[in-house]
């Protein structure tokens, strides 16, 4: 089912999802089940499963020469995908690049997602790899998510790359798109984040999923600014709960996100990260409650392939 029903069908109570990656490349499938099955009580409407680019290692070969590689560490989005749906039946939603991929790699991976009853996409640009400093797309690939979302909408109403192809079967496709409430972080301002946003909507996106935030004002006025914009989509907020003190650092380099005044104090205080890991929970366990009183369709969990702690999260909500 798409996400869009989904939320029409829970009639305004609030839902549980959570996002998860696949596991690193020489580990087994049921690493992912490991993860899934103490969620699975929660009854999530879908799971997220990320995508990961390949990068570029310098290898060591003979004589101190160095060779570049090439590594995907965590292959399998798709068949992880696949293997959800049959063994939960829950809808499982792969995250796809533009990154990587050129036109014609997306439509044949959108025509295999269409064979495995896969109703729904996240369709994202991706971040630069390593050793580029900003995103470069393939030669034949897509510079922006907004074009992404187009390719897709046109495979849903039949349209092919190759024009040969007209009145060929469609694809029905449920498009999500990413959004920055502190704004992603080579926008030049939030209105102009905001405008692509809405180009992705325009294209053919019908939600909203949010990078991670710990502050919910930003979630409430980020909301309000888009529906000011005329984004009507739905605006699914993304949760993550702290769980090391190296995220205090992390976190805001990495996703470009301000934490709390509140948080870094209690997080500092802990003697270690079995303490930080508490203090994390406790704090997304305030965040969803007052997610959840607000009315929101859906709360998303960002799992980074760990759920004793948002099962936890989950137990005091759902
Ligand atoms: P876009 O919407 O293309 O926006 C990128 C930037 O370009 C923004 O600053 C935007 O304002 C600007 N922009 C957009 N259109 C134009 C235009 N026409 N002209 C000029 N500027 C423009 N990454 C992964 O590698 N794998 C994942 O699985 C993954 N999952 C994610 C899930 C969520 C919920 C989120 C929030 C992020 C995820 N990411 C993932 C990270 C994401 O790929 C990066 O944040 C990436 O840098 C931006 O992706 P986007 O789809 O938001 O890009």
Redesign the pocket.
Known sequence: MKVTEHIKKANGKTQFSF?ILPPLKGQHIQSIFDNIDPLMEFKPPFI?V????EEYVFKEVENGLLKKQVVKKRPGTVGICAAIQNKYGVDAIP?I???GFTKEDTENLLIDLDFLDIENV??????AVKSETY?KPEKEGH????ELVAQIEDLNKGVYLDEELLNSSKTDFCIG????PE?????PSLD??I???K??IKNGATYI???MFFDNQKYFDFVKKCRKEGITVPIIP?LKPISTKKQLNLIPHRFHVDLPEDLIIAVVKCKDNKEVRQVGIEWCIEQSKELQKAGIPVL?YYSMGKSDNIRTIASALF
Request: charged share 25%.
């Open positions: 996002e997220d990320t995508y990961h680019r995250h690049l533009c990154g996240m369709a994202l640009r991706g971040d995103f510079n922006y998510a907004n798109v990413a959004a920055y704004k992603h972080m080579e926008a102009s984040d405008h692509f946003l180009k992705k999923v949010t990078q993304g998303h």
